[in-house]
């Protein structure tokens, strides 16, 4: 019997709408799956190789993926089409690439593996608490959104309800890399509902995980117990690894 896939989904409150009723769903990501997590599952249905064979096969299969994507190759496999393409303006038809200007970024196209698979899924929502939400970060330094952080700069963190109010070390904003402990951010310079800019601390290269902790909710009141919202789109420091 194959595997019922169930994606769970929260609901808020539309707030480009005047209607009372009107709510838009958030997927509720669950974890994180890495190669291993990948590998992991393929001898769970019966594989007569290792984990660690797979994992391996997964990690240099990505490395060439990665490799002929940069060369200009249309890549497809079963989750989707990638390809790379460029940004920004080139003035004159002997323009050079400029990266201060122009930018390397990959279009993907979802694949038919992936597209038959999400058209039998089973979504089940529910009513969100009034607890914060990210949408996104941007780093001021850059203007890199949701990829790239530059160590001890300035942040801008958008969302719902993450306004940073409460009492106890446990509220604020937190960058944790994989494998470490949290790192608080140092200060909140603006602290609005909806946006917040923070302080970054100094942190090594690495992947991060961004979280907010906090007991306000919406209305402006407080609850008893804070509520922690963790971004689920991984965060780099340095380059990002691949």
Same mark, same amino acid.
């Given at each position: ?5 169930? &994606? ?10 005047? #209607? ?7 997927? #509720? ?11 992991? #599952?393929?001898?769970? #249905? ?36 990638? &390809? ?64 790239? &952080? ?71 009141? &407080? ?20």
């Amino acid at each position: 019997m194959a595997e019922e896939i169930i &994606l769970s989904a929260d609901l808020y409150n539309n707030a480009v709408t005047e #209607r009372t009723d009107d709510y838009t769903a958030k997927p #509720r990501v669950t974890g994180t799956a890495r190669n291993r997590q990948v590998a992991e #599952r393929i001898v769970a #249905r019966g594989s007569e190789f290792r984990v660690e064979t797979i994992e391996h096969i997964l990690n240099m299969a990505d490395q060439e993926k990665a490799l002929l994507i940069s060369m200009g190759k249309s890549v497809v496999d079963g989750v989707g089409q990638y &390809l790379v393409n460029i940004s920004g303006p080139f003035i004159g038809e002997t323009a050079s690439f400029d990266p201060a200007k122009n930018k390397l970024g990959v279009t993907y196209t979802i694949g038919k593996l992936l597209r038959d698979m999400l058209n039998a899924v089973k979504v089940e929502t529910r009513k969100a608490t009034t607890g914060p939400v990210i949408n996104d970060i941007i780093d001021s330094a850059t203007g890199e959104e949701n990829m790239l &952080l530059t160590s001890g700069s300035a942040a801008i963190i958008n969302g719902t309800n993450i306004r940073v109010d409460g009492e106890g070390e446990t509220i604020g904003v937190f960058f944790t890399k994989t494998g470490g402990t949290a790192q608080k951010c140092p200060l909140v310079i603006h602290n609005n509902p909806s946006q917040l800019t923070v302080l970054m601390p100094a942190m090594e290269d690495g992947e991060y995980t961004l979280s907010i902790t906090t007991q306000y909710a919406s209305g402006n009141r &407080l609850v008893k117990s804070a509520r922690t919202y963790t971004f689920p789109t991984l965060l780099y420091v340095g380059n990002k690894p691949g």
